[in-house]
Nanobody
Framework: VQDLLESGGASVQAGGSLTLACTAS????????MGWFRQVSGAEREGVAT???????FYDDSVNGRFTISHDKDKNTVYLQMSGLKPADTATYYC????????????????????WGQGTQVTVSS
């Protein structure tokens, strides 16, 4: 049983929009911190957005104003709405879950999340 299951990855053209979904099951359904990260082959994984207790979002500067993270607790699903996509957004996107406080649930500090999904590919062409 996979604790975090991502979906929604696709190939889109620059300027387009895409919504990723991450469904949590098991213990991850109670996580206080959920987040989205991305990784390009050969590079380090980087934080994109996190959400604390399903209500307080935080964004990396590179996506602020273009991406929106939300958490539907009834469905145990975290979404990442992406708009104004750029070729630089091309990566494998990973969902993460864990138990962190308000200060630690940030894109740059949640890289040590307790649970990770298997990733979904987003490709943005120019």
């Amino acid at each position: 049983v996979q604790d975090l299951l991502e979906s929604g990855g696709a190939s889109v053209q620059a300027g387009g929009s895409l919504t990723l979904a991450c469904t949590a099951s098991g213990r991850t359904g109670d996580a206080s911190c959920m987040g989205w990260f991305r990784q390009v082959s050969g590079a380090e994984r980087e934080g994109v957005a996190t959400i604390y207790n399903g209500a307080l979002p935080f964004y990396d500067d590179s996506v602020n104003g273009r991406f929106t993270i939300s958490h539907d607790k009834d469905k145990n699903t975290v979404y990442l709405q992406m708009s104004g996509l750029k070729p630089a957004d091309t990566a494998t996107y990973y969902c993460a879950a864990g138990w962190r406080d308000f200060v630690s649930c940030r894109p740059r500090t949640f890289l040590d999340a307790d649970y990770w999904g298997q990733g979904t590919q987003v490709t943005v062409s120019s």
